[in-house]
C-alpha cells in the first residue's frame, strides 16, 4: 500500500526550541508539499517542493524552512519554535503527471509550550 | 483560480446517496474540479476529479452541469465512515500541484 509517513503522530516541543518534522513518501512522487491546519482556518500551504533540492514557499512560510535532499523525504524546519506554530501539520506528495491526486500523511500534532 | 462554495454542513441516512453540491460560477474552461475529504484526526483523502464530462469510480461520482457553473458529488450509498469534511476545490492544472482547500461541508452520516 502506498504511503506517505510522517515521523511523529504527536509532539511536545518547548519556546525557541529547532523543530524538524520528517516526510517520507514511497511513492517516487516529484511533488511534496507542507501543510498546517487549525479550526477556522482550514488547511494553509506552507512550503512545496517539486524537486530534490527545489523549494517553493506557499502562504504562510514565515517562521518554517524546508530541506528535500532525497527525493522521497521533506523535511519541516521550525527554526525557533513559538506558541503560535501549535498545529495539526500535514505533509502531502503527488506525481508530476497527476500533480492534484495528492497522498497525505496522517499529521503531527504539534504543541509548543 | 475559481473561487467554490460549498454549504457548511449536511445531514445523511445510512444506505441513502448522498449529494454534496459545490458552486463555481467563475470557472474557466481549463480549470479542473477535484474533490477531497477529510476524517476526523486524519489527512485528506482524493476522492475524484473532472474537467467537464461526468466521472465516476469507486468511491463516488462527480456531476458537473454543463455551462461547468455547478458540480455535485454523489456518494450513492453513505455508510458511517463516509461521515468527513468534503472539500469541493476548483484549480487550473500545473505541474506543480498547489492544492488550495476551503471550508468544506461536513457531511454527517447518521444511522
Known amino acids: 500500500d502506498v504511503k506517505v509517513t510522517q515521523s511523529s503522530r504527536y509532539l511536545v516541543k518547548r519556546t525557541g526550541e529547532k523543530v524538524f518534522l520528517e516526510c517520507v513518501q514511497d511513492?517516487?512522487?516529484?511533488?511534496m508539499f507542507w501543510y498546517r491546519q487549525d479550526p477556522g482556518l482550514g488547511l494553509r500551504l506552507i512550503y512545496f517542493?517539486?524537486?530534490?533540492?527545489?523549494?517553493e514557499k506557499g502562504d504562510i512560510p514565515e517562521g518554517y524552512s524546508v530541506s528535500r535532499e532525497k527525493k522521497e523525504r521533506f523535511s519541516l524546519i521550525l527554526e525557533s519554535a513559538s506558541t503560535n506554530q501549535t498545529s495539526m501539520y500535514l505533509c502531502a506528495s503527488s506525481s508530476r503527471l497527476a500533480p492534484y491526486g495528492y497522498t497525505f500523511g496522517s499529521g503531527t500534532r504539534l504543541t509548543v509550550v | 483560480d475559481a473561487k467554490t462554495t460549498q454549504p457548511p454542513s449536511m445531514d445523511c441516512a445510512e444506505g441513502r446517496a448522498a449529494n454534496l453540491p459545490c458552486n463555481h460560477s467563475?470557472?474557466?474552461?481549463?480549470?479542473?474540479v477535484y474533490w477531497y475529504r477529510q476524517i476526523h484526526s486524519q489527512g485528506p483523502q482524493y476522492i475524484i476529479h473532472?474537467?467537464?464530462n461526468n466521472e465516476t469510480n469507486e468511491m463516488a461520482s462527480l456531476i458537473i452541469t454543463e455551462d461547468r457553473k455547478s458540480s455535485t458529488l454523489i456518494l450513492p450509498h453513505a455508510t458511517l465512515r463516509d461521515t468527513a469534511v468534503y472539500y469541493c476545490i476548483v484549480m487550473l492544472t500545473d505541474s506543480w500541484g498547489k492544492l488550495q482547500f476551503g471550508a468544506g461541508t461536513q457531511v454527517v452520516v447518521t444511522p
Open positions: 467563475t470557472i474557466s474552461g481549463n480549470e479542473y
Open positions: 511513492m517516487d512522487h516529484e511533488n
Open positions: 517542493s517539486y524537486d530534490v533540492k527545489m523549494k
Open positions: 473532472g474537467l467537464k
